[in-house]
């Protein structure tokens, strides 16, 4: 998620948001990966929602046909060429904004929305000492 969050950034998560709410394009979440729900978690940014049509083109994303505009990203990121997906009822789509190096849905498929844990709500601190050590 580079350069939006930073590697091991400390973040506060809404656990409660989407049991009220459906997941918004642009959201960023903490998922389970589907491939190791029980042990790897991801933090990346909803592109895609149920039942649209998605398609990268390099730098672009359409959704139905019309270009979003990604803001957040840095203008040197290239992602998938020429792939379009239709996105499975109740799955996501997510990707990193850090597209050269992110491990994603363009690789890993969609996220059931079951696997999405909840929403990044705010960065409590960057990352300059572990976590352990503020406990200790």
């Given at each position: 998620?580079?350069?939006?969050?930073?590697?091991?950034?400390?973040?506060?998560?809404?656990r409660v948001v989407y049991k009220f709410s459906e997941p918004k394009r642009g959201d960023i979440v903490v998922l389970r990966y589907p491939g190791d729900p029980e042990k790897t978690y991801y933090?990346?940014?909803?592109?895609?929602?149920?039942?649209?049509?998605?398609?990268?083109?390099?730098?672009?994303?359409?959704?139905?046909?019309?270009?979003?505009?990604?803001?957040?990203?840095?203008?040197?990121?290239?992602?998938?060429?020429?792939?379009?997906?239709?996105?499975?009822?109740?799955?996501?789509?997510?990707?990193?904004?850090?597209?050269?190096?992110?491990?994603?849905?363009?690789?890993?498929?969609?996220?059931?929305?079951?696997?999405?844990?909840?929403?990044?709500?705010?960065?409590?601190?960057?990352?300059?000492?572990?976590?352990?050590?503020?406990?200790?």
């Amino acid at each position: 998620m580079v350069s939006t969050l930073n590697d091991n950034d400390v973040v506060l998560v809404n656990r409660v948001v989407y049991k009220f709410s459906e997941p918004k394009r642009g959201d960023i979440v903490v998922l389970r990966y589907p491939g190791d729900p029980e042990k790897t978690y991801y933090v990346k940014r909803i592109i895609g929602l149920p039942g649209e049509e998605l398609k990268i083109d390099r730098e672009k994303v359409f959704i139905d046909g019309e270009e979003i505009r990604e803001t957040y990203l840095d203008k040197d990121q290239t992602t998938t060429p020429n792939k379009k997906w239709l996105i499975a009822e109740d799955s996501y789509f997510t990707v990193g904004d850090n597209r050269i190096a992110s491990s994603d849905s363009r690789k890993w498929g969609f996220v059931e929305k079951e696997f999405i844990l909840g929403r990044v709500s705010t960065t409590v601190y960057p990352r300059f000492i572990s976590f352990a050590e503020v406990l200790y």
